[in-house]
């Protein structure tokens, strides 16, 4: 199957009526904000603002009101408490938020953080009982929970209340919980919906703060680990999480977690300029790197602590996992291939397991897949008795909405539209792929399946002024739902081509159009090397390139044709 190639589509013109509401904003942002469903000059002004909507209150979470109430009574009474998170960038800086939270507030509270490769997802039996014979009475989960019933049951039997905080899509049914905190559940009126694991657990510390009449805590000075959390998720940038991230990216910039601070200066950037997009590919794949490849206790230990020679030291082990983490997904990527593409040269579903498949890396190497080919992809460990495996997805095929039709074949599921997890028992997994492949057929089948680059506006290269970045600024966050701009600018000229990366994977090529030079990044599309035409069109980001301690602007290449 050959890789897709990418359909160009640039979006319309900006009408007159529009151009003339927004006449105080420079041409290139009129057309930025016009592309985002801003009309007015009061839209525009909110939205660059990143302030959180009036209608915002924590207290219309559901059940939240009863939360606080069970977990001041549990600081009060001296009980045990377990925040019990998930693995992932999201699940650790929400398990980190609330134990410091909790802390502040004199609580006796632990953080319990599964193995991914004893455990797995979610909660889990072995470790409930285990809490249960150190006296532990309340269980406030963090990023997982909504579909763990038999759990909950077994919690609710042996008396430990259980508060389940989850972002996911819950079922129909809810687990027999105490309290279930979801935006998402049924009756709830809280007009964010797309929250992540971290923002609500940040919305619990919010609500617990506010139930004092003297707050004992400050629980924005949560915020940047609120915006690491919810950009590493990939929940959309808009609404509340564009103004939480907005706020939070300014907590990161005072340096006041030592274990973060250190984190972002090992990974060649300066705090003082970090942007989402450098938190997104380069300090979220490092804390994700721990709970991957061996216990994400490493990445909640660094967020937690303030010893800066501990902080240096799980910083530095960090990026050791993380580098060891891209040679094992290098190699899953390159056998799931060869696998995929044995028995059907032109799959609508991608598959591909196989019982060295590490699984912590699986996902990742689906998040290969899916972008190199836009198809759906699933790549699995088979173990002894049961495959667990990793889904990514295009936005034709809500990945988790099709695993619950195959829910009577499943041990555990769950995710988003475009990325989900399940366990099946091995001798149901041809059932289950036959069953996928069947939903697959019957949505994508009659669809042009063709990946596309949304192209905000077509302009000469030598617009691009050192000055626009001060207007693309206030654009920030970007990331879902409100993506960095594409620009598109054709008949460019190379005057230098050079594959890097330690396989040649990646291009840095400098492009000229007479008037002005540019050097620009392609990265993963090292194979134009051979065959680059010496005059192309380009799509493209425009950024400041920083690292180690030099900036200078750059095109950040997504597609390449040669021009015509």
Known sequence: MPVMLKQWDVAPLIPSDVDNELHSYPAIIRQLLFNRGITSDEQASQFLDAKVPISIDTHKLRNISKAVNRIRKAINLHEKIIVYGDYDADGVTATALLVLALKKLDADVKEHIPNRLDEGYGLNLEALRTMHDDGVSLIITVDCGIRSFIEADYAQREGMDLIITDHHYPLEALPAAFAVINPKQLKDNYPEKELAGVGLAYKLAVALANSYRREPFDPNAFLDLVAIGTIADMVPLTGENRSLVRSGMEWIRK???????????????????????????????????????????????????????????????????????????????????????????????????????????????????????????????????????????????????????????????????????????????????????????????????????????????????????????????????????????????????????TDGSHLKISVTDGKITYDAIAFRQGHWIAHLPPEIDLVYTFELNQFNGQVNLQLNVKDIRPST
């Open 255 to 501: 340096k006041q977690n030592q274990g973060l601070f250190s984190l972002i200066n090992g990974s060649g950037l300066n705090p003082d300029r970090i942007s989402a997009t450098d938190i997104g590919y380069m300090v979220a794949p490092r804390l994700n790197a721990a709970g991957r490849l061996e216990t994400a206790l490493t990445a909640f230990n660094l967020l937690t602590t303030q010893d800066v020679y501990q902080a240096g030291r799980l910083a530095q082990e960090l990026e050791v996992q993380n580098n060891k983490r891209q040679k094992i997904m290098q190699d899953i990527q390159e056998k799931a291939e060869n696998l995929v593409f044995i028995t059907n040269k032109d799959p609508l579903l991608l598959y591909a397991g196989d019982p060295g498949f590490n699984i912590g890396v699986v996902g990742l190497a689906a998040s290969r897949l899916t972008e190199k080919y836009y198809r759906p992809s699933i790549i699995a460990n088979i173990g002894e008795s049961l495959t667990r495996a990793s889904c990514r997805s295009i936005p034709e095929f809500h990945i988790t909405q099709a695993l619950d039709q195959c829910k009577d074949l499943l041990e555990h599921h769950g995710g988003h539209a475009a990325a989900a997890g399940f366990t099946v028992r091995n001798e149901l997994l041809p059932a289950l792929l036959e069953k996928m492949n069947e939903i697959a057929k019957d949505q994508l089948m009659d669809i042009d399946l063709q990946p596309k680059i949304r192209v905000e506006a077509e302009i000469p290269l030598s617009d691009l002024k050192p000055g626009l970045l001060k207007y693309l600024e206030q654009l920030q966050p970007t990331g879902m739902g409100n993506p960095a701009p594409i620009f598109m600018s054709r008949g460019l000229k190379v005057t230098r081509q050079k594959a890097i990366g």
